[in-house]
T-cell receptor, first 115, second 112 residues
Framework: KNQVEQSPQSLIILEGKNCTLQ??????????LRWYKQDTGRGPVSLTI?????NTKSNGRYTATLDADTKQSSLHITASQLSDSASYIC??????????????FGKGTHLIIQP | DAGITQSPRHKVTETGTPVTLRCHQT?????MYWYRQDPGHGLRLIHY???????DKGEVSDGYSVSRSKTEDFLLTLESATSSQTSVYFC???????????FGPGTRLTVL
């Protein structure tokens, strides 16, 4: 069964510090990997999407990396801000020949930024 | 949330009653999805649509039905709500099946 495991489950850091969130997956065959940010009480919002051939992608202070050989991804947040407090969800897409049901969602990392 | 609305945003109902949730998009996206989100679980796919009148089941479809009569609207129906269907429901859309999904703001449903 396809799985996406995220760590840590929760994380508290001080404003201005950097942090890295991890995502390990077993999804195969692999199509792409996405990171979403979900603020409390709102729907997830896409941060990055990476295909097999991409190993780094940035979106402002967010940088995602992908190692398709080891099936690992990380999301690095630089110079954290209070607005970064949210859940971060890793989603891996299975190549399913055009089907729309090939997504496996991680349970998310709950990040709290303290002033 | 841009371009995707869900209604109602909050609903409390009783066990055994029918409930319909609506998702409306202005993006003209081909694909639409219904997910539920519960503590301790990732988002789980209930049903999805790949065009008008074209729908398919997801991972947790039991007890749910859907309809899509227009590109912009995707309805989720709980024929007879149960307490296990208490959850937050999210609608999502994308143009291509492997494209980034855009999510609505969610509907919090409580079944007493």
């Amino acid at each position: 069964k396809n799985q996406v495991e995220q760590s840590p489950q929760s994380l508290i850091i001080l404003e201005g510090k950097n942090c890295t969130l991890q995502c390990n997956y077993t999804v195969s065959p692999f199509s792409n990997l996405r990171w979403y940010k979900q603020d409390t009480g709102r729907g997830p919002v896409s941060l990055t999407i990476m295909t097999f051939s991409e190993n780094t992608k940035s979106n402002g202070r967010y940088t995602a990396t992908l190692d398709a050989d080891t099936k690992q991804s990380s999301l690095h947040i630089t110079a954290s801000q209070l607005s970064d407090s949210a859940s971060y969800i890793c989603v891996v897409s299975e190549f399913s020949g055009g089907g729309a049901d090939g997504l496996t969602f991680g349970k998310g990392t709950h990040l709290i930024i303290q002033p | 949330d841009a371009g995707i609305t869900q209604s109602p945003r909050h609903k409390v109902t009783e066990t055994g009653t029918p409930v319909t949730l609506r998702c409306h998009q202005t993006e003209n996206h081909r694909y639409m999805y219904w997910y539920r989100q519960d503590p301790g679980h990732g988002l789980r796919l209930i049903h999805y649509s790949y065009g008008v009148k074209d729908t398919d089941k997801g991972e947790v479809s039991d007890g749910y039905s859907v309809s899509r009569s227009k590109t912009e609207d995707f309805l989720l129906t709980l024929e007879s709500a149960t307490s296990s269907q208490t959850s937050v429901y999210f609608c999502a859309t994308n143009e291509g099946a492997t494209d980034t999904q855009y999510f609505g703001p969610g509907t919090r449903l409580t079944v007493l």
